[in-house]
């Protein structure tokens, strides 16, 4: 088990790492540094969409689910 607080800063420093991957790449293919930044960010705000829109889509399917029993006394 970890805390919480470990898990949300495991997730921001992934979204960092991959976003700096996006942008070095970016860069590397363009030569540009704005048009990298330009990539890099609109990546970013892309995933977050895509994500929250991956989680809907998730809650609403009954697949792979399972009733948690009630403790017993």
């Known amino acids: 088990m970890e ?33 990298a930044v330009t990539i890099a960010l609109a990546e970013v705000f892309a995933k977050l969409g ?6 809907r889509a998730w809650n609403r399917m009954a ?3 399972y009733k948690a029993s009630l403790p017993r006394l």
């Open 3 to 35: 805390t919480n607080f470990r898990s949300i800063l495991k997730a921001i420093s992934w979204r960092i790492t991959a976003t700096l991957v996006t942008f070095l790449v970016s860069w590397v293919i363009t030569g540009v540094f704005t048009i």
């Open 50 to 55: 895509l994500y929250w829109l991956h989680e």
């Open 63 to 65: 697949w792979g689910r």
